[in-house]
């Protein structure tokens, strides 16, 4: 912990104060101003904006279809077993490997997908090479490799629920819908807090993906971030800053600042979302004894 963690956590702050470009023979203290340039960086609103935009098409679509593909297999017998293999399949492979076989599907001439549209008459999309659309292809690539774990999370959380609440519920008329609002929502909670953190962990930490399907096509960096920055991810941005020694800031110690601020950012959503869920939770524990209390009176 002292070595790999704590050490090196004490050095990146120095850094922070610092401008050292890793030619100089040791870093410059430039005190605050790396703070105050984050703090007037129009490209930091950019590429936030840009890791934002993938949160809104990638971890939002993930957590709900996640919870939809588990709640299908969650009774359909032997056969199930079989099908969340075959999802969960995609987790395991490389996410770079993922992004280029991406770039290919993606293709708007040769791409399966293009030729599928083509059969129905319609153009296809340029996916990667459009402003509208890049960040949407590259949220539906990382969506389709970690579907997969997010069912099986939630699938796991489904089978600790115990039935008799189920069975209570549907003694008091409850409807179906009714019985995942106030029973199987409550007791997700936990599971569903677990998997929003990681999520929003993961789409602030995006880079892989970015840099295999916009990137030279050589595993460089060079194009990576395209069409028209569109794509240019916090991380991204963090490392062109880390080795782009042609701007008078640029270097280990703005990458540094850059990486706090990431940190910083990243427990505060981390915080609130923990907040929020331990407020919705407790309200939806008092919800259902409530619910059932009037239906009770009313009978």
């Given at each position: ?295 009770k009176a009313g009978a």
């Open positions: 912990m002292l070595v790999f963690i704590l050490i090196p956590l004490g050095v990146s702050v120095y850094y922070t104060f610092t401008k050292w470009d890793l030619i100089a023979p040791a870093p410059t203290w430039v005190g605050l101003d790396n703070w105050r340039y984050l703090l007037h960086d129009s490209r930091i609103v950019k590429v936030m904006g840009n890791t934002f935009r993938f949160i809104l098409f990638g971890p939002t679509v993930y957590l709900v279809l996640g919870l939809l593909l588990a709640l299908l297999l969650r009774n359909g017998g032997r056969a199930t077993s079989g099908f969340r293999a075959v999802f969960i399949l995609p987790y395991v492979l490389a996410t770079v490997g993922v992004g280029t076989i991406w770039r290919w599907v993606l293709n708007d001439r040769a791409g399966p997908i293009a030729q599928l549209l083509d059969v129905f008459g319609i153009n296809s999309p340029q996916w990667l090479f459009d402003p509208k659309w890049a960040m949407i292809a590259i949220a539906a690539a990382t969506t389709w490799q970690a579907l997969g774990f997010g069912m099986a999370i939630y699938f796991a959380g489904l089978q600790d629920i115990p039935k008799q609440l189920y069975e209570a519920a549907g003694l008091d008329g409850a409807t179906p819908f009714q019985r995942f609002r106030y029973v199987t929502l409550p007791q997700l909670s936990p599971i569903i807090l677990f998997l929003t953190v990681t999520a929003l962990i993961s789409a602030l930490q995006l880079y892989d993906p970015v840099v295999a399907m916009t990137g030279d096509g050589f595993g460089g960096t060079a194009a990576a971030g395209g069409p028209q920055d569109s794509t240019r991810t916090i991380v991204l941005y963090l490392y062109n800053q880390m080795f782009q020694y042609n701007e008078s800031i640029s270097g280990l110690g703005y990458a540094s600042t850059i990486a706090w601020f990431l940190a910083i950012v990243t427990i505060v959503f981390t915080v609130a979302q923990w907040m929020l869920f331990q407020r919705r939770r407790s309200r939806g524990e008092r919800r259902p004894r409530r619910g059932l209390l009037r239906r």
